[in-house]
């Protein structure tokens, strides 16, 4: 069973800057990061491919997020720019265990997740 430990959320002001990273204890292959905020279902935020070649994005977060891995420490990150209030949520990461060079988007296409990191953004 591999183990996901997210890192990095804290409450930061509106336009700040953050990175939030996953680490992986075994061999996963695609990964993302999903958020859930207050009432509102479960989204995806970004996911990446296990070469990270390829990636892709929910369309409020292109061009201030950016997500990538290091594959010999077993860590996906997610950079966030420009934060906003409507970021805030809990954020989990995501890992499959089929070996698969694409871009995972349906979660339930995943097999393992992290017990979630709260990113709180004022205004």
């Known amino acids: 069973q591999v183990q996901l430990v997210e890192s990095g959320g804290t409450l930061v002001q509106a336009g700040a800057s953050l990175r939030l990273s996953c680490a992986a204890s075994g061999r996963v292959y695609g990964m993302g990061w999903f958020r859930q905020a207050p009432g509102k279902e479960r989204e995806l935020v970004a996911a990446?491919?296990?070469?990270?070649?390829?990636?892709a994005y929910t369309d409020s977060v292109k061009d201030r997020f950016t997500i990538s891995r290091d594959n010999a420490k077993g860590v996906v990150y997610l950079h966030m720019n420009r934060l906003m209030p409507e970021d805030t949520a809990v954020y989990y990461c995501?890992?499959?265990?089929?070996?698969?060079?694409?871009?995972?988007?349906?979660?339930?296409?995943?097999?393992?997740w992290g017990q979630g990191t709260q990113v709180t953004v004022s205004s």
């Open positions: 990446i491919s296990w070469s990270g070649d390829a990636s």
């Open positions: 995501a890992a499959g265990s089929r070996r698969t060079d694409a871009v995972i988007r349906d979660p339930d296409e995943y097999d393992y």
